[in-house]
């Protein structure tokens, strides 16, 4: 608005409805992907619902904060990648943790018991090929009829971004990363 004053006129298509569930998706070069599900998943928390979350990056040697405290609020929480690639000994590894990740993933899903999953830093495995975006949309679209699920990472599949509701693109203005300042416990994990 350029006016700056309040809106006052319903928004366009006003004639709303309800969904069963809901996939977003979080991307981008900016920060904020994850912390955003995580956001979420505190909303899903405190409507009664079981959530899980499967980490493609992040190994559980990270002990990062939002795993600790989604552990003690009954988050099923899965991380089952071994860390920044540049960091990896053996990539064919990595590539074999992102997939077994997805793996689990999917049976996650397919299982039916949650009510919001999030696939957290999924989007790279994807776009190094050590996923098939093509099933991961196909998945995701078949999905239990309650399960949500939020899918982050830079640089999402299309396929992805077809099958999603929401899509958000983190903009990067300024990050201290480009300064030379590392991961902050806190306020980055």
Known sequence: MTDNQ???EKPPGADFRTARSLVLV????????????????????AQGWDVAVVQFLKSG???????????????????????????SEDLD???????GAWEHAKSLIAAGRYRLLVLDEISYAMTWDWIDAAEVAATVAGRPENLSIVLTGRD??????????????MRKIKHAFDNGIVAKKGIDY
């Open 93 to 99: 590894e990595s590539r074999a943790m992102a997939r």
């Open 26 to 45: 979080n991307t981008g070069e900016g920060k904020g992907k994850s912390t955003a599900a995580f956001g979420t998943v505190l909303r899903g928390l």
């Open 156 to 169: 999402m599949a299309q396929e992805v971004i077809d099958v999603a509701d929401t899509v958000t693109e």
């Open 61 to 87: 040697d990270w002990q990062v904060g939002e795993e600790k405290i989604c552990r003690e609020l009954g988050v099923d929480w899965y991380a089952a990648g071994d860390g920044f690639t540049w960091n």
């Open 6 to 8: 309040p809106p006052v």
